[in-house]
C-alpha cells in the first residue's frame, strides 16, 4: 500500500514538474545561446528569505535553526533548474531604501515595523531571539551567495523592486526576463520579454497567464492595483470600488490592446458623472488624489532613481559575473554543519550551478 501511495506521489510531481517545464520552453525556456544575457533571472531576495524562514523549520546537526539559509539556497536552486537562466541577479533592499516612497506617504510599509513573529514553525524563546536568528542567517545568505556564480545589487536609498525593473526595463532592454517574486506589482512589467516566476504558486506569468488570473491585461494590471491597494504595503485603494466593480464599469481593461491611464478614467469619469454610472465615475473623481498617491507609489515602468544609483547598478551589472568557488562554499557549509539539512551538497552544487558558472566564465573573458 505504501509503495502505491509513492508511487501515485510520484507520479503527480512529475506531472506538475513536466507541465511547468512546458510552460517555460512555450516562454522560451530553453537556449543554446553563449550571450549571459540572453536570458536573465531577476530574484527578489528579501521577498524570498522572509517567505522560507517563515516556514521552514530545519536545524543543522547542533539543533540551531538554519532554515531561513537553507530554505532560501534551495529556492533559489530550483528556480535555477526550472528557468534555466544563462545568468541570475539577486537584488536586495538597500539601507533607506523605503525612504523616497515614505516621504510620500507616512504610512509606507508601517505594519512592518511592528515587532510580530514571522517564524510559525520554529519556538524561538522571543521576538527579539527570533529577529536575531533572522538577521544572522539573512547575513549568512549572502555570504554563501558571493561563492556562488550571480550578482548581488543593493543600492542605498533604493528599495529592491526599483532596481530589479530598472534592470529588467532599461538596463537590459533585449533579455529574455523573468523576475521571481510573489509581490503582485512585477505583474506590470510582465510583456512578451519579461514574465514573473511566482516560488509560491510555481507559476509563471506571461500575459496570457495575468489575464486569465486577474481579467486584466498586464498592461492594465497597474491601474487595477492602484483602485486595490496594496495590504502588505499598507498603501489603501480606492474606498467604494473593487477590481470587480471597476471591471464591471470598464470591462475593456481586459481586452487588448487597451491600455488606460489614470488621465483616460479621469476623462472618461468627468463625462459620465451624471449617467447610467455616475456614482461610480463620481467616486472616482472623489478620490483621484488616492489615485495619483497610489500611481506614485506602485508604478514600476518608469522607476525613480538617482543618476548615482544608476551607475551603482550599471557597474555591478555591466561589471565582472563572480564565478563558482566550491571550495570555500563547502567550508561555510561544514562551519554551519548543515549536512543533515542539505544532503547531497556536491551534487546539488554541480546541477544548479555549472552550466551559470560557464557563463560567468564567458562574460568575464576566462577560460570556459
Known amino acids: 500500500m505504501m509503495w502505491n501511495i509513492q508511487m501515485k506521489w510520484s507520479a503527480m510531481s512529475n506531472g506538475r514538474y513536466i507541465s511547468i517545464l512546458n510552460e517555460i520552453k512555450k516562454n522560451g525556456g530553453d537556449s543554446y545561446s553563449n550571450n549571459p544575457n540572453e536570458k536573465v533571472l531577476i530574484i527578489d531576495g528579501l521577498n524570498t528569505f522572509i517567505r522560507v524562514f517563515s516556514v521552514i523549520p530545519t536545524t543543522n546537526d547542533d539543533g540551531i535553526h ?11 536552486g530550483y528556480a535555477i533548474k526550472m528557468l534555466a537562466p544563462t545568468r541570475t541577479i539577486i537584488v536586495f533592499d538597500g539601507k533607506g531604501g523605503s525612504n523616497r516612497r515614505r516621504k510620500l506617504y507616512p504610512e509606507y510599509k508601517a505594519k512592518r515595523s511592528t515587532k510580530i513573529r514571522l517564524n510559525r514553525v520554529n519556538e524561538f524563546e522571543n521576538i527579539d531571539d527570533e529577529r536575531h536568528s533572522m538577521m544572522m542567517q539573512l547575513s549568512r545568505c549572502a555570504e554563501y551567495l558571493e561563492k556562488l556564480p550571480v550578482n548581488i545589487v543593493s543600492v542605498d536609498s533604493v528599495e529592491a523592486d526599483d532596481v530589479m525593473a530598472y534592470i529588467a526595463k532599461q538596463l537590459l532592454p533585449k533579455s529574455k526576463t523573468t523576475i521571481m517574486s510573489t509581490d503582485k506589482d512585477f505583474l506590470q512589467l510582465v510583456s512578451d520579454r519579461i514574465s514573473v516566476w511566482s516560488p509560491t504558486k510555481k507559476k509563471l506569468y506571461n500575459p496570457e497567464k495575468v489575464l486569465e488570473e486577474y481579467k486584466v491585461t498586464s498592461k492594465n494590471l497597474l491601474l ?41 478614467i479621469l476623462k472618461q469619469a468627468t463625462a459620465q458623472q451624471d449617467g447610467e454610472s455616475g456614482k461610480f465615475y ?14 506614485k507609489l506602485m508604478q514600476l515602468q518608469d522607476v525613480d532613481i538617482s543618476g548615482g544609483a544608476k551607475l551603482k547598478i550599471n557597474n555591478i551589472v555591466n ?50
Open 66 to 76: 538554519v532554515g531561513g539559509i537553507v530554505g532560501f539556497l534551495k529556492s533559489v
Open 319 to 368: 561589471g565582472k559575473i563572480p564565478e563558482l568557488s566550491k571550495p570555500n562554499f563547502q567550508k561555510m557549509f561544514i562551519e554551519d554543519r548543515m549536512f543533515g539539512a542539505l544532503p547531497n551538497m556536491d551534487s546539488w552544487i554541480m546541477q544548479t550551478w555549472t552550466k551559470l558558472n560557464r557563463f560567468a566564465k564567458i562574460h568575464n573573458g576566462t577560460k570556459a
Open 282 to 295: 463620481k467616486t472616482i473623481l472623489e478620490q483621484k488624489d488616492t489615485m495619483f498617491l497610489n500611481h
Open 224 to 264: 487595477s492595483r492602484i483602485f486595490e491597494g496594496d495590504q502588505s504595503d499598507n498603501i489603501k485603494g480606492v474606498m467604494g470600488i473593487g477590481v470587480k466593480t471597476l471591471l464591471k464599469h470598464i470591462p475593456n481593461l481586459g481586452v487588448e490592446p487597451n491600455y488606460y491611464t489614470i488621465e483616460d
